[in-house]
DNA sequence: TGATATTAGTCATTCAGTGAGTATATTCCG
DNA sequence: CGGAATATACTCACTGAATGACTAATATCA
């Protein structure tokens, strides 16, 4: 039960949980995940190679996956990572939790959770729209109980409230549509 | 013309601008900086007070702020820090700049950048606001032809990718709603 | 009188993200 | 057939965002 460092603040957002979902399909290197982040999940995270490699280094000092140092007659080594069971740990801990209700988080975060459910099980991502959405219009109310309490003469103040509720009020609807998009077994 | 450093990347995103705007206003200490920064754009910015140190020793280092130690009896020395040339040249092409068109850049920089225009004269935020709309709205475009480029058959990138298009459509709408708000003299 | 808030700041650390560099193998083009 | 581009596979050093813990003095209120 090595669980030392297992609760680290939940990530200000990189592809780290996308990194362990792809894993947790199958081993591979860095560049193949690279590769594989690109093509299933190009348009929502943008990472460089360089920077997978860094996060993969990271998510191995933490011990939530494990390289093997292949050695190649003339070519440098290769690195195949495996996911550990802390790794597998907090990636289900992750599928199972609701992203922040920012739009960002949503649009990247949990679009790429969403994406990890449905490869599982449709039905399962239909679920994770409903808790977002609930946990996202309760936000809601509360952002607007919060611009009600700013002084209208802080014009800017307002308008970036206001901005920031009318966005995720998008979000709402923009969830909604995606349910009927995801083709479900019925 | 010392233009050592000048030309750094348009940054990722932090009050760095919102600081030299101020310190135009007039020279502060970081304390006060911190403050006028919660009071005027608390909502947009969220900088705790050690980013906001960290801000300013960075901004000192690349000349754009010198500060000036006042020594007191007692207690701890004071920073005084005010704007030079080249801090004040630096805010100034951020000022006639345009913001990056992400959900992000807008509602946080430009609104920041809306909040400086406003202060000098209200016709200038209008006009930004125009300008920054025109730029969100040929991205928008750009990204429209992207996503009709997109495999149907990814349909988490073609979810990412509407999801994105959406938020800026509306991003649009609420800006020239922005410009009802926004007094002008008439 | 003692607790708490305000003023004013430092320091160390983690993590995001970029860019340049290294090295080898394959493939394509003329 | 040779050279150029591209794909594979990775390292390193850096800037910068952001947080949290800490220091230290004064003011204020109960």
Not at 51 to 65: K, S
Not at 66 to 94: H, M, V
Request: with cysteine; aromatic share 8%.
């Amino acid at each position: 039960m090595t669980n030392i460092n297992e609760y680290r603040r939940t990530s200000g957002l990189s592809p780290e949980y996308a990194l362990l979902g792809l894993l947790e399909q199958s081993p591979a290197h860095g560049y193949e995940l690279h590769q594989k982040l690109l093509e299933n999940l190009g348009e929502i995270w943008h990472a460089s190679l360089s920077q997978t490699y860094n996060i993969l280094t990271r998510l191995e000092e933490q011990g939530f996956i494990q390289g093997t140092t292949q050695e190649q007659e003339k070519r440098p080594a290769k690195r195949r990572f495996r996911l550990t069971a802390a790794g597998k740990r907090r990636f289900e801990a992750w599928m199972s939790s609701i992203s922040a209700c920012s739009v960002r988080a949503i649009r990247v975060e949990f679009m790429t959770r969403l994406y990890f459910l449905y490869t599982r099980d449709p039905a399962d991502a239909l679920e994770a729209i409903q808790a977002q959405n609930e946990a996202l219009q309760a936000h809601i109310v509360r952002l607007k109980e919060r611009l009600s309490n700013i002084d209208s003469g802080q014009i800017f103040n307002c308008m970036g409230m206001s901005l920031r509720i009318r966005q995720l009020e998008v979000l709402v609807e923009s969830l909604n549509e995606c349910k009927t998009q995801i083709p479900i077994g019925s």
